[in-house]
Structure formats: structure tokens, C-alpha cells
């Protein structure tokens, strides 16, 4: 188990610490059973766990937030337990309330509160909500037993560059299929995606853009966040798609750029080869916070968007609000803020 003061909190990846506290709950017997919080990071389960062999599991991310006067704050919590409901749902898992879900993060953040870290650098306490069936299921059936467990870790940049553009490519592959599960947060997308993910870093990239899975026209999102591009005219813009995530931050930059920046915004069709329309592109999550897109690379061609070292002044201004709010420093919309 990790202490305190051997977390450098200036120096922060996107790598896994074994902190103090984290909660569970298991569903027996039709309900949840409270565990609370334990301290042991390793889980006991049956080797014919459905999450196992058939993939029977799914997950959040979402983050804490220390604030300038040293309070902590969730951002939008409530959200990601909308979405975990919708996930669950579609791999016949059962659901954890909205209120159970939410008292569980706050839970799991007191408890872990020393590891959230100082403000200032744009660091936060990520908090990882998984689900998974477990118990003894050979065939091709849903568990009848269930693991909700949530995990917390200090996290710093996911892209190594943070505000500094770093370039994407895109892949021949899919992550997720038309109709198939791509809406939801499913472990499968992301088994899906490590191999084309893998590729990209080694050819130098951050991560893919995966392109629609019928045609290979349009851009879907990336592997770990979903694309904005903003427009000559100013415009945000972000694909809009069954088989892609619907991200907490794509929606909450699409409030923000209309209602406090006056932007025009539009979900729609972003063809892969009318990149031209944008000056400025970028991945949003819970993970990648804003990272710009400095270039993308598609079949051989690359496509530079505002610059490959400087961040683009739209961006930059959707990133100081966002994590403006994020952090405290300036009043974001009724209800996005929960303080723990
Ligand atoms: N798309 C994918 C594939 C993701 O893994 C994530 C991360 O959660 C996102 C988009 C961004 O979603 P959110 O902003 O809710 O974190
Ligand atoms: C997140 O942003 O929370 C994600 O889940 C992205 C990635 C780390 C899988």
C-alpha cells in the first residue's frame, strides 16, 4: 500500500497506486450487499467468472477536485452513474442506484482524502467504479452474481503532453461495431482497442481515432476520448454517433462553448477527409481533460491543425473554463458541482 509521502504530486502519470480505501458491494440473490470500505486491493473470484471469459463487465472514470481553500469537489458524478445504469443495462448486469453510486465516490474520496492532490497543477484523485459478474456461469448466460467496486488513484496528464498539442492517427480497425456496444463503457471496446492503441505509440502517436464502422468515412472518437474540432467560423463541432461514448466532457464543452463562449455548436458528421473546415482539434474525457490535437495522420497523409507545439486560443479558452469549474475557481452551471 502506497503512503502519502511517497506520491510525488508534482510529477503525476496515468499509472495504478494502491491506495488505502476503496468500496464493494456485491449483488447476491437479487440485491447489493453493502461491504463498505476495505483495504485489500485484490479480489477473490471464481475462475468461471462470466467478466472472465465473456467479457461481462463494464467501468466509470471520473474525477475529484482540490479546490484553491483545500475543499474537495465532484464534477458532474451523477452522470457517470446515468451512464454505468446504461452500460449494466446492456450486458444484463444490475444497476447501481444514482444515490448508491454517488455516496460510494464520496466515500471512497474521504477516505482517500490525503491522496487528493494539492491544487494548482491540474492534478486530481481518479476514481475508477467497475463492475463485473462473477460466481460460477460455463455457459454463455449472465452471472448471477455481481462485484461493484470503486478504486481511487492521483492522476497527472494522460497524454504525456497535457496543453501541448501531441499528434493522433487514425486505424484501420474498429473499436466498436454499428449497433454493437461502443454507447456503452464496456471492458470488450477497450480490449478491442489495445491493439491498434499499441500500434499508434509505437509509431509515435498518442493514441487512434477511429473512423465509423460501416464506411470508414467520418471520425467516431478516440480510443480513451472523444474528438472536438472548432470550425473557421468558430463553430464546435463533435461527431455524433451510436457506436461512440457519450462523454460527461464532450456535453459539458458543448454547454460551455454555447453558453458562456456564444459559440454555434453542432453534433454531426466530421468526415475524415474535410479536416480543412477546423483550425483547431482536440480529445475530451474525464482522463484527457482537454488534450489539442496537434496533427492527425490518415493514410499516409497528415493533417496539422492549429500547430503541432502550441495550443489553439479556443481550446485554450474551453480548457481555462472547464477546469475553471472543475477546480472551483469560477461558478459553473446549477448542479454540476457536488462538493464531497
Ligand atoms: N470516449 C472513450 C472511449 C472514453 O474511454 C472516454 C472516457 O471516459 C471518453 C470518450 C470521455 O468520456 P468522459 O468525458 O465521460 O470521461
Ligand atoms: C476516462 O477518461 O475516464 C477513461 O475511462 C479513459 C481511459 C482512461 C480509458
Not at 191 to 217: F, R, W
Request: aromatic residues 10%; glycine residues 10%.
Amino acid at each position: 500500500m502506497v503512503k502519502k509521502e511517497d506520491v510525488d504530486f508534482n510529477n503525476l502519470g496515468f499509472d495504478y497506486l494502491n491506495l488505502p480505501y476503496r468500496y464493494q458491494a456485491i449483488y447476491r440473490d437479487g440485491d447489493w450487499q453493502e461491504e463498505g470500505l476495505l483495504t485489500d486491493n485484490e479480489m477473490h473470484i471464481s475462475e468461471a467468472a462470466t467478466a472472465l471469459h465473456y467479457g461481462q463487465a463494464d467501468f466509470e472514470g471520473l474525477k475529484a477536485y482540490r479546490t484553491k481553500s483545500g475543499q474537495i469537489q465532484l464534477f458532474r458524478p451523477e452522470e457517470n452513474a446515468h451512464r454505468m445504469q446504461k452500460s449494466c443495462a446492456r450486458l444484463l448486469m444490475p444497476q447501481v442506484s444514482t444515490k448508491m453510486f454517488v455516496d460510494a465516490v464520496k466515500s471512497v474520496v474521504r477516505a482517500n482524502a490525503d491522496f487528493v492532490p494539492p491544487y494548482g497543477n491540474g492534478a486530481t484523485l481518479y476514481l475508477r467504479p467497475i463492475m463485473i459478474g462473477v460466481g460460477d456461469t460455463l455457459g454463455v448466460h449472465p452471472a448471477s452474481e455481481y462485484i461493484f467496486r470503486i478504486f481511487a488513484v492521483p492522476v497527472g496528464n494522460y497524454f504525456k503532453g497535457g496543453l501541448t498539442p501531441t499528434n493522433f492517427t487514425t486505424s484501420q480497425y474498429d473499436r466498436a461495431a454499428h449497433k454493437g456496444t461502443g454507447q456503452n463503457k464496456v471492458g470488450g471496446n477497450y480490449a478491442a482497442s489495445l491493439m491498434p492503441g499499441e500500434q499508434a505509440h509505437q509509431n509515435g502517436y498518442s493514441d487512434c481515432v477511429y473512423l465509423d464502422p460501416i464506411e470508414h468515412k467520418k471520425i467516431e472518437e478516440v480510443g480513451s476520448a472523444n474528438f472536438f474540432g472548432i470550425t473557421k467560423d468558430n463553430v464546435f463541432v463533435t461527431p455524433k454517433s451510436d457506436s461512440i461514448l457519450p462523454s460527461v466532457t464532450k456535453y459539458s464543452l458543448l454547454y460551455l462553448a454555447a453558453n458562456n463562449l456564444g459559440m454555434q455548436t453542432k453534433e454531426g458528421d466530421v468526415f475524415i477527409d474535410q479536416l480543412d473546415q477546423f483550425t483547431e482539434a482536440g480529445a475530451c474525457g474525464t482522463a484527457a481533460v482537454i488534450s489539442p490535437i496537434g496533427a492527425l495522420e490518415h493514410e499516409g497523409n497528415v493533417h496539422v491543425f492549429y500547430s503541432e507545439t502550441e495550443v489553439g486560443p479556443v481550446t485554450q479558452k474551453l480548457y481555462e473554463l472547464l477546469t475553471g469549474i472543475q477546480f472551483g475557481d469560477i461558478e459553473g452551471p446549477k448542479g454540476w458541482i457536488l462538493p464531497v
